[in-house]
């Protein structure tokens, strides 16, 4: 019985800590936010944007540890425009910024790729979108 409702942006983080707080620890990963993030509401279902948001979060973990930058960081931050996702581990090459949302594409070892393909069509299928945007500061990827 899925119904469209407004989702605080902070329930998601609580969720997505509730889901990672033992690797986010475990890794040294530090997860912020900023004040417009928490004061941002999204509108649709959340099967919708929480897997979305795992994906992403999930491989930022992922590619921080790849990566290993001094401090580890995801940050989430908000504006008139949308929701932003970044971290401070290895940027994406220029070749693979839309080759990312291919199915079947992934540069992780063992991946599938199909976390990011499936996330882009339940987005889209809501007409929302995710794709890759300029890094904000102090960061070097940002969705």
Known sequence: NRKREDISALEIKTFLIDLFKP????HNIQFKHTNSFAQTKIHGFRSTFYPVFVNVVDNAIH????????????RLHADDTGIYISNNGSQISVQDKERI???GFTRK????GMGLHIS????NAE????????PREGSSVTF
């Open 23 to 26: 690797r986010l620890e475990r």
């Open 63 to 74: 590619w921080l540890n790849e990566s290993n930058p001094d401090d580890k960081i995801i």
């Open 101 to 103: 949302f291919d199915l």
């Open 109 to 112: 070892q063992n991946g599938r």
């Open 120 to 123: 882009r069509e339940v987005l």
């Open 127 to 134: 007409n929302y979108n995710i794709f890759i945007d300029a």
